[in-house]
């Protein structure tokens, strides 16, 4: 182990996954070298743009995800950097001793139905990207002009669309999307968003702490068809030995027993629904839904009994995919790096020496923010394992990877950027009685990052 106390580890990726894999280095090794790269001048990933601006208290988790930078020297971060682009793969095995990929899941699947192309037809990523302020979105807009939104699919990403929506315009100005966005949720037409969920309530993969969440807004009616949310005997069984999911059904039937108050928004809950065409001439106007029928394994088959559900605009939310990244080892069935136990195995399925999978990219797109810390400390883990075997493990001398960067042209950004950006963002939010105020644009981050504010501490939400 003393070998590796003075290895440097390259980890790609600064969202949850790549920087739960810092920290579990870290621990293990304190004085090990670790250089973070993110394709953003801002770290954070996922926390920063997939968790609902409206959960700022799961964002809250960036004080413990951002600990290891507090060790300059030893922990730095390049943002701004492209992987496959600016940096190669060969760029990483040859000048470090390990490299960690943790770039999650940039893809998403999709319905495969007619129409799905239709204008006013978005997939959820775009939609989070947009609110979440992503640079990938920052030409993007949305006109929420539609009173009736069809959201497809029965997960959290479903709900949290969903949520964002319907929320009154004193709620959204208590969140941190940028001032573009609140604009448009302020202009917002919406008043019907209708959740689309193929399978039955006991197959739903909403949870409970999301549901409670769209129970708690303050001017939304939630609407459920009785109809819709009986058990079969093999759900009965299911909820019997599962408590989190008889809560999550029970909030969810107890929901189709109550009255609705009349408030001026509405969820509606469709289960055991397909769309299967989307409606529209030139853009969307509707969606064809077949009712389904459960079966005994929890699957459902088509009746061949169709309803047309109106709705303006439509939003895919059924799964995000990894997608296979510059010449390493992918598994398109699986849609995730090829990997054991967080090694990544080649095509020959051999281990491919000194490289590691941590995150989305390895497992899929599961789990909550805290899922990654169990699933990089597995890596990190296989990662100690395998340096302990090594005969002879010399760490890599000297800093080759800055000369490259800046050979290449590559306006890389670090920590101290980073802690720029963020007081700047913050600042702008304080002025409005908010969190912060998301900047979106990649070019006015990067005039940001090289401003010359002082700032020592990173603000927290
Ligand atoms: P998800 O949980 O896998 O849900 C995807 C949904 O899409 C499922 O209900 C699935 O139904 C449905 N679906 C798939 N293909 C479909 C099709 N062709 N037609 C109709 N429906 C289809 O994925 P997610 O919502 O994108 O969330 C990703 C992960 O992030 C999850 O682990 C989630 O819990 C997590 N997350 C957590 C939070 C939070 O904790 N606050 C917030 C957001 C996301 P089937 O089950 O029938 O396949």
Not at 44 to 54: I, T
């Amino acid at each position: 182990m003393s070998d590796f106390a003075s290895a440097r580890v390259a980890v790609v990726g600064a969202g949850p996954a790549g920087l739960y894999a810092v920290q579990s280095l870290v621990a293990s090794a304190p004085g090990i070298r670790v250089d973070v790269f993110d394709r953003l001048p801002a770290p954070y990933g996922l926390v920063r743009y997939g968790v609902a601006p409206d959960n700022q208290k799961i964002k809250s988790v960036t004080r413990v995800l951002r600990t290891p930078f507090d060790d300059a020297a030893r922990i730095r971060f390049f943002g701004n950097v492209r992987f496959g682009v600016d940096l190669l793969r060969a760029d990483l095995v040859e000048h470090y001793d390990a490299v960690v990929y943790a770039t999650g899941a940039q893809g998403e699947r999709l319905l495969g139905v007619p129409g799905e192309n239709l204008p006013g037809c978005h997939g959820a990523k775009a939609f989070v990207d947009w609110y979440s302020g992503h640079p990938d979105a920052a030409d993007t807009t949305f006109a929420l002009d539609a009173p009736h939104v069809a959201v497809v699919g029965a997960g959290n990403v479903a709900l949290d669309v969903a949520r964002m929506l319907v929320r009154t315009r004193e709620e959204l100005a208590a969140t941190d999307v940028p001032d573009r966005v609140l604009d448009a949720f302020r202009q917002s037409r919406v008043t019907d968003v209708h959740l689309i969920a193929r399978r039955g309530v006991a197959q739903a993969k909403f949870t409970v702490e999301e549901l409670r969440a769209i129970n708690q807004l303050a001017d939304v009616d939630i609407v459920v068809r009785p109809d819709e949310v009986t058990l079969t005997r093999e759900d009965e069984g299911l909820l019997e030995s599962h408590r989190p999911l008889r809560s999550a059904v029970g909030m969810v039937r107890e929901w189709a027993r109550r009255p609705a108050p009349g408030k001026p928004r509405r969820i509606h809950f469709r289960f055991l629904r397909s769309p299967a065409r989307l409606l529209g001439a030139s853009r969307v106007e509707g969606v064809l839904l077949e009712r389904n029928e459960p079966l005994a394994d929890g699957r459902v088959r088509g009746t061949g009994q169709f309803e047309t559900l109106p709705a303006g605009m439509v939003v895919r939310s059924v799964g995000y995919k990894a997608l296979p990244l510059a010449g390493l080892p992918f598994d398109p069935i699986a849609c995730v790096l090829r990997h054991r136990a967080g090694r990544l195995i080649q095509e020959n399925g051999e281990h491919a020496t000194g490289e590691y999978v941590a995150g989305w990219a390895k497992r899929g797109p599961s789990g909550i923010i805290g899922t990654n810390k169990s699933d990089a400390a597995e890596t990190i883990s296989s990662l100690l394992a395998d340096f302990a075997r090594r005969s002879s493990s010399p760490a890599k001398v000297g800093d080759p990877i800055t000369r490259l960067l800046r050979a290449r042209g590559v306006e890389y950004t670090d920590w101290a950027s980073w802690l720029r950006l963020d007081a700047h963002e913050v600042q702008l939010g304080q002025a409005q009685g908010r969190p912060r105020v998301k900047t979106a644009a990649l070019a006015e981050m990067l005039e940001l990052c090289r401003a010359s504010t002082h700032v020592v501490t990173e603000s927290t939400p």
